[in-house]
């Protein structure tokens, strides 16, 4: 190879590199995250003990355009800003959000098999007579449905069997289908109050016990919305356990998404929120998502801690979603947390986890009605993209299955 065959053959290679580098940058989300910095109301708190830290974007600078020819095939990942000006982290891209219970069916199938065949099997047999209706009965109270509605669910299937006077089990099976269906409420909006209002992000608390699962449901939810492309910001207000700051900015970063975090364990989580919601602002994105700390011992402390972050974060915007996290295995462990901080914050959505790991989800139906707030989501799984909008037919089905 001569010299004139080599300078040309780096003279492609370079271009090409350029060319690709140019296409990933063009790639990246619909509003990258700027810069901002951490100034702070006037008006508020002091800081217990620290600042609150951000983690930052680079400058924005118009991408190069790319190079004819050098397109890259669509791929699963893609290269990200570089958030912190110094390293780069490969960002992710979310599963899509359409389908996702559908998708993830198989595990509510595997861990509520013995509530679905089992009432199957109980109402396929010959004769239904009053044993079978108590097995029935006990069948769902197992499965944690709770007794007002177990009883409205035999009483209305004992009336239509013995109305429609078969027992053809695929007619049974759609009357018990349509009952559940019928419990589970399908009526009740599930939708998520997350569009942008015209001069602020929509605002999402996020509140619940450690343990249930918040932190990464607020990183799945990140990626739901990411999915959907909005452009989302994240304030790590669980500011008891630094970790869990960092758990939080480890989900965000994944798919692009910033946090504003304290460096500082037991900083205020009021200032961390204010910062967020404040960020957000100057940011333009679609979306805050505050995770909180329920890490609180009495009502008097939870009340306290939840009403400054909520009332900081009025300061500037309204919060337009209260969600509670609560682990479907802890049964009536969780009504009772349920209850404590439905008297605390007006919940307005429901998203129960590890739906995959309990044969109890009947605890949907029970939930529902003691705090008239509906499941919006659904955890299914430790995977990233485990966390599914909850409908009441494809639950039912699920189940039925
Ligand atoms: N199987 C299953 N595991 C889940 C689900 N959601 C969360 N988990 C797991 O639950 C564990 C606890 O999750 P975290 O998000 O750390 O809990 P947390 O409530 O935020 O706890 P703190 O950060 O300490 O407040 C982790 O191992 C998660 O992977 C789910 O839907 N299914």
Request: no cysteine; net charge negative.
């Amino acid at each position: 190879m001569n010299d004139v065959t080599l300078i040309i053959l780096y003279a492609v290679i370079a271009i090409a590199v350029i060319g690709s580098v140019a296409v990933l940058l063009l790639r990246g989300r619909r509003t990258p995250p700027g810069t901002y910095t951490t100034s702070r109301d006037a008006n508020d708190q002091p800081l217990a003990g620290g600042g609150t830290d951000t983690l930052e974007a680079p400058p924005q600078e118009a991408p190069a355009p790319p190079v004819p020819g050098t397109e890259l095939p669509p791929t699963d990942t893609e290269v990200a800003e570089d958030l912190t000006g110094i390293e780069t982290v490969p960002v992710e891209t979310p599963a899509p959000v359409e389908g996702r219970l559908a998708r993830l069916r198989a595990r509510l199938v595997k861990s509520n098999n013995a509530l679905g065949k089992g009432l199957l099997a109980l109402l396929s047999r010959d004769k239904i007579d009053e044993d079978v209706w108590d097995e029935i009965e006990e069948t769902l109270l197992l499965a944690d449905l709770g007794p007002e509605p177990t009883t409205e669910l035999v009483d209305a299937l004992r009336d239509r069997v013995k109305i429609a006077g078969s027992q053809d089990p695929a007619e049974v099976k759609a009357m018990l289908r349509e009952e559940l269906i019928k419990l589970v409420d399908p009526q009740m909006d599930r939708s998520l109050a997350v569009d942008r209002h015209a001069d602020r992000p929509a605002i999402v608390l996020v509140v619940g016990v450690n343990g249930v699962g918040k932190t990464t449901t607020v990183g799945k939810l990140a990626r739901v919305l990411v999915a959907e492309d909005k452009d989302v910001l994240l304030g790590a207000a669980d500011t008891f356990r630094a970790a869990a700051a960092e758990q939080l900015a480890t989900w965000g970063q994944r798919v692009g998404v910033p946090t504003v975090k304290s460096d500082v364990d037991g900083a205020d989580p009021a200032s961390v929120a204010f910062e967020a919601v404040k960020a957000g602002i100057d940011q333009e994105v679609d979306v805050v998502m505050v995770d909180t700390a329920g890490r609180l011992q009495n009502k008097v402390g939870l009340m306290d801690e939840l009403g400054k972050v909520k009332r900081v974060i009025e300061k500037q915007a309204t919060v337009d979603e209260v969600l509670l996290v609560l682990d479907a295995t802890t049964g009536q462990n969780g009504l009772n947390q349920a209850k404590v901080f439905s008297e605390v914050v007006d919940i307005t959505g429901i998203v129960l986890t590890k739906l995959d790991g309990t044969a109890k989800g009947g605890i949907v139906v029970a939930i529902q009605r003691s705090l008239g707030v509906p499941v919006k989501l659904v955890g299914l799984g430790e995977g990233a993209d485990d966390l599914a909008p909850f409908d009441a037919e494809g639950f039912v089905d699920a189940l039925l299955n």
